[in-house]
């Protein structure tokens, strides 16, 4: 039986000064079989239905994608049936509902493990804050992302592949998918 899942794109760059057109993606998820693909924002949030697991899709998805695309993408499938958690998850939520622009979630394909927070802590500037919950990164960066040295520190080499959304999304991804 088909069930909710959401894929979340690394990047929508495709190419030199081109971003992938999310109507592409769409089509691009309705040639491999998923049902009822939609996207959210303009930033590679994918909402459909399938049978199988996160791990199966991803691994079809991923090279249709370069196939399609010419670039390969790290993508980040979770069950629509989780999302609920990864947002009771959120270890800052007065910082997100203050400014939900600056709380962000970096959704891991593998769980990060709790030694993240040390190995990330001296990238962190007065005011900022890191917590590994329900296996995802999460940041409060009140001065924003592009002065932080702490996004560019999670790379995909140090700490596993992942992609970050800001509180804002999480929150229309989880109305999307309630409604």
């Known amino acids: 039986m088909s069930r909710p899942f959401v894929a979340l794109l690394y990047s929508i760059s495709i190419a030199e000064g081109r971003r992938l057109v999310m109507a592409d993606l769409r089509d691009l998820a309705a040639d491999l079989g998923l049902e009822r693909p939609r996207t959210l924002l303009a930033t590679g949030n994918l909402l459909f239905e399938a049978e199988g697991d996160a791990r199966a899709i991803e691994a079809r998805l991923e090279p249709a994608f370069a196939e399609r695309f010419g670039r390969a993408v790290s993508i980040i499938v ?10 009771a998850a959120n270890p800052f939520p007065e910082a997100a509902e203050r400014e939900p622009a600056r709380v962000a979630v970096r959704v891991m394909r593998t769980p990060a493990d709790a030694a993240a927070v040390a190995r990330l802590s001296p ?28 996004p560019g520190a999670i790379t995909p080499r140090r700490e596993g592949i992942g992609t970050f959304r800001n509180w804002n999304t999480v929150k229309r991804i989880g109305a999307a998918l309630a409604g």
């Open 78 to 87: 979770r069950d629509g049936t989780g999302w609920p958690r990864l947002m």
């Open 123 to 150: 990238y962190l500037a007065p005011g900022e804050r890191l917590a590994v919950a329900g296996g995802d990164l999460w940041v409060h960066l009140p001065d924003g992302f592009a002065p932080s040295r702490l």
